[in-house]
């Protein structure tokens, strides 16, 4: 289980969360799962996806991370899907407004925030290239439109309200991108003329849920590489 303590949740379900779990970070699958309070019903399945790795691959042919498979075997996969899967398992706290004007608004910050978090690690994977290679046009493009998903952020934080998949997606977003600065990877702190989006995070992510789970991971091997064919 991944809170290491019930064997079922009030969900009475047991299900495994493949994931690739990263020092000093947690991933907003498992936000989502502890505000909802479904965490101790996963069996986690830590894995890195770039290997091919058979149980990912049977369950997602895209072998991607976060990948999802109930207790029957139905496999969820898609960041977005899993986080809607659930949030239909427990009534509160409600992540997906249900009137349809705030759910529009909501899963467009849902999206902002998994871009962003998806572009950083686009660019990570260019800037790694071998320096010949690197497509100077591309990484600039990727940096102009990660620079102004943080000023659109900045810009509209005020409006935020509860607590909401959206705002979780793009907290999870600008924690990964703190972490990928401490790690060097990213020049940038994103606070930098951000005053606004600074006091948002602030407040925000002040809460249990965000707190990495580093002794989790230190207990946990990642799952052995079987095929890679
Ligand atoms: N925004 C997507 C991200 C999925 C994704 O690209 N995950 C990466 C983790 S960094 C992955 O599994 N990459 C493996 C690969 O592309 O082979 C989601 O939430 O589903």
């Known amino acids: 289980m991944l809170g290491c303590t019930a064997a079922h949740s009030q969900t009475g379900s047991d299900m495994k ?11 907003k699958v498992q936000v989502v799962a502890i505000e909802k309070g479904i965490y101790d019903s996963i069996e986690p399945r830590p894995c890195i996806p770039y290997e091919q790795w058979g149980e990912l691959t049977a369950a997602n042919p895209l072998s991607k991370v976060p990948t999802l498979v109930l207790d029957d075997g139905t496999p969820i996969y898609g960041g977005h899907v899993i986080y809607e899967y659930f949030d239909s398992l427990t009534p509160e706290p409600q992540l997906f407004p249900k009137d349809p004007k705030a759910r529009w608004v909501e899963l467009t910050r849902l999206t902002l925030g998994d871009q962003l978090f998806d572009l950083s690690s686009q660019r990570q994977f260019e800037i790694n290239r071998p320096k010949d290679h690197v497509r100077e046009d591309f990484r600039d493009r990727i940096e102009s439109a990660i620079k102004r998903g ?14 909401t998949v959206g705002q979780i997606s793009i907290a999870c977003a600008l924690k990964y991108h703190d972490w990928q600065h401490e790690n060097n990877i990213l020049p940038w702190d994103w606070r930098e003329g951000r005053p606004a989006m600074k006091t948002w ?7 249990p849920s965000f707190v990495p789970r580093d002794d989790e991971i230190a207990a946990r091997p990642i799952l052995p590489i079987k095929d890679r064919s």
Do not use: E, M, S
């Not at 943080?150 to 607590?163: P, S």
């Open 201 to 207: 995070f602030d407040r925000f992510t002040d809460r």
């Open 17 to 27: 969360l493949y994931y690739t779990p990263l020092k000093g970070l947690i991933h």
């Open 150 to 163: 943080w000023d659109r952020v900045n810009q509209d934080c005020a409006d935020y309200a509860g607590l």
